[in-house]
C-alpha cells in the first residue's frame, strides 16, 4: 500500500508532467511542491541519488520559471533544437558522471541500485537543464529516464511512482510530439 507521502509526491509530479508536455509555465510551482515531497520519500527508501535530484529541480525549477517567462530580452522563450555538438558533449559527460558516482555510492553509502540510480540521476539534470531552456530534446532525455526508473522504483517497492513514471514516460512521448509539432508552426 502506497504512504501518503507518495501519492501526494506521485500526484504533484503528474500534473506538473502533464503541465510540461503541454508547454505550460505552471509546470515549476506544481514541480516544486513534487520535488519537496520526493525528496523526502526517496531519502526514506535510500535512494540517495534521487534525493541529491530532488534538490537540483528545486534550483533549476526556480530558474526554469524566470527563464519561460523572460528568456531572451524579456521575451518568453520560444521552443527550440540544441545543437548537436553540444548535445553529445553534454550526454558523454553524463555517462561519466554517472559511473562516478556510482562508484562513490557504490563504495560510501548503503545505496540500492547505486549505477541505475546515477544514470537517472544525471539524465534527469541533462533533460531538465534541456528543459529550462525550451529544448526539443528534453523529450528524448526524459523517455530514457522513465525507462530507468519504472523497474527501480518497483525493485524498491515504490508500485504507485512506477506506475506514475510509466504515465511519465507516455506522456515524454506525448510532449515530443506536441512540442515538435509546435516547433514546425514557430518555423512557419
Known sequence: MPSSLEIFANLF?????LLAARNSVHTWAVGLVG???FGWLFFSVQLYADVTLQGFFIVTSLLG???WLHGRGGEPMPISRSAWPGLSLALAVAVLV???YGVLLHHFTDAYAPFI???VLTFSVLAQ?????RKLETWYGWVLVNT???????SREL???AFIYLLFWCNAWYGLYRWRRELNAQNV
Do not use: E, G, I, K
Open 13 to 17: 509530479y503528474l500534473v506538473s508532467v
Open 35 to 37: 520535488c519537496v515531497l
Open 65 to 67: 520559471w524566470w527563464s
Open 98 to 100: 554517472a559511473l562516478a
Open 117 to 119: 540510480d546515477s544514470l
Open 129 to 133: 537543464l534541456l528543459l529550462m531552456r
Open 148 to 154: 530507468l526508473a519504472v523497474p527501480l522504483f518497483a
Open 159 to 161: 508500485y504507485l511512482t
